[in-house]
């Protein structure tokens, strides 16, 4: 089945009240356990596209528990920095991502190790190294058990850039949002704005552009709609109506 596209309308999304993440790493799913059982919807999409928000708003609104795998690999970029390795060094990087002592904390902190690096690993530089991370193969196996181990009951909404097509490729409901680079780009600059971030309109454009370009054009599990997955226009959509849209598309599963 072709990707489905879902007409738009309204205003852009902004950035809202965040839902608690998972607790912590969660244990892997049993071998063999029924997908019925820890069901996945799949949300992947470009740099800004408002997937992270929508995300956690459909897994509160679900009571399910909620994966940010961008998290993980920005972390990954984080403990490369600090170890003073290069981006483009794919088993040293890997080594790093095998080994992450990551924990969610039900209050949407992030911890590696001890430190609390919530606003660190949302950083430009930390955010431009994960995209560099990303395009190696080693680097994304390493985190490829690690992001499972999130499915758990009583289901998992997980957002990303390969959610649907490499990590949860047996997902019940799987999305594509997606946004103008334009629109993206403004989301970003208010978001940097709010946080205190000197940032430029024209600059944070240019870095999408650059950010899609090379996620699209990857090797290994480039940033495409999965097949069966419906493509969502955020573009003109806000938070509370990409929401509705997604439960919507949920319900009509039956």
Request: charged fraction near 20%; avoid cysteine.
């Amino acid at each position: 089945m072709t990707a489905t596209d879902v007409p738009s309308g309204g205003g852009g999304p902004e950035a809202g009240s965040e839902a608690p993440r998972a607790g912590a790493v969660a244990r892997p799913v049993p071998a063999g356990l029924d997908a019925r059982v820890a069901p996945v919807i799949a949300i992947d999409g470009p740099t800004a596209s408002g997937k992270g928000t929508i995300a956690q708003r459909v897994a509160a609104t679900l009571g399910w528990h909620y994966l940010d795998s961008g998290a993980l690999y920005r972390l990954a970029a984080l403990g490369a920095l600090r170890a003073g390795l290069g981006f483009d060094d794919p088993a040293a990087v890997a080594r790093i991502a095998a080994t992450l002592p990551v924990a969610f904390a039900p209050d949407g902190r992030i911890r590696l190790g001890a430190d609390d690096v919530t606003d660190a690993i949302r950083a430009e530089a930390v955010g431009n190294g994960a995209s560099r991370i990303a395009v190696h193969g080693p680097v994304r196996d390493a985190l490829l058990a690690l992001q499972r181990s999130f499915r758990r009951p009583p289901g998992l909404v997980a957002d990303g850039r390969d959610m649907g097509t490499v990590v949860f490729p047996d997902a019940a409901l799987k999305l594509f949002l997606t946004a103008s680079a334009e629109s993206r780009a403004d989301r970003r600059h208010k978001q940097l704005i709010e946080k205190g971030i000197s940032a430029t309109l024209s600059s944070l454009l240019q870095d999408l552009r650059t950010r899609d370009a090379r996620d699209a054009s990857r090797s290994v599990a480039p940033l495409v709609p999965a097949k069966d997955a419906h493509v969502l226009d955020s573009t003109t959509l806000t938070v509370d109506e990409t929401v509705a849209r997604v439960l919507a598309l949920w319900s009509a599963r039956g």
